[in-house]
């Protein structure tokens, strides 16, 4: 069974800090996928990384692919209150394209 | 271009009652998959319909069941409702495993 974990699953942080979210798994994934969720809406695709050992930015935000394909982090750089929302790591299987998500980490920025 | 969309998006049934759930997926999408999100938690995959056939299936019971039609529409269907079904079902389209679009999700209360 493939799991993913998330740390930290709460983060209350000051508008204008930095902090990073860690996703990692024992299993290895075609691709690795980041979402954010708002309260009573779906979850909203991010970035997809392929590669090992990719980075990826957009904008504030950047994610990284671990080497081994098995692990991911999101960093963002001088939050601001609009990132606040519930951020889901994705795996995605080989050949197939069932989604094994993370636990999520519930994000809020205090203006 | 419309983004996936779900029906109804929110619903109360009583406990031993079926409901039926229903989505269009993305323009030009032929894969439809469900998942079933608790409060707090992470997605967690139901099944995946691809050429109007069930390609995946992740571990839920038999209760649950579903259909596409040739249009790529999808269904899923509940029988005997139990009190822990009540969740947000979150219906989401692809064409590869480079990222899934979700619908806003039908929030099923069982009662």
């Known amino acids: 069974t493939q799991l993913l974990e998330q740390s930290p699953q709460f983060l209350s942080i000051q508008e204008g800090e930095n902090l990073t979210v860690y996703c990692n798994s024992s299993s290895v994934f075609s691709s690795l996928q980041w979402y954010r969720q708002e309260p009573g809406e779906g979850p909203v695709l991010l970035v997809t990384v392929v590669t090992g050992g990719e980075v990826k930015k957009l904008k504030r935000l950047t994610f990284q692919f671990g080497d081994a394909r098995k692990d991911s982090s999101l960093h963002i750089t001088a939050a601001q209150p609009g990132d606040t929302g519930l951020y889901l790591c994705a795996g995605a299987g080989f050949g197939n394209e069932k989604l094994t998500f993370g636990t999520g980490t519930r994000l809020t920025i205090i203006p | 271009d419309a983004g996936v969309t779900q029906s109804p998006t929110h619903l109360i049934k009583t406990r031993g009652q079926q409901v039926t759930l229903r989505c269009s997926p993305k323009s030009g999408h032929d894969t439809v998959s469900w998942y079933q999100q608790a409060l707090g938690q992470g997605p967690q995959f139901i099944f995946q319909y691809y050429e109007e056939e069930e390609r995946q299936r992740g571990n839920f019971p038999d209760r649950f069941s579903g259909h596409q039609f040739p249009n790529y529409s999808s269904e899923l269907n509940v029988n005997a409702l139990l009190l822990g079904d009540s969740a947000l079902y979150l219906c989401?389209?692809?064409?590869?495993?480079?990222?899934?679009?979700f619908g806003q999700g039908t929030r099923l209360t069982v009662v």
């Open positions: 989401a389209s692809s064409l590869d495993n480079l990222g899934a679009f």
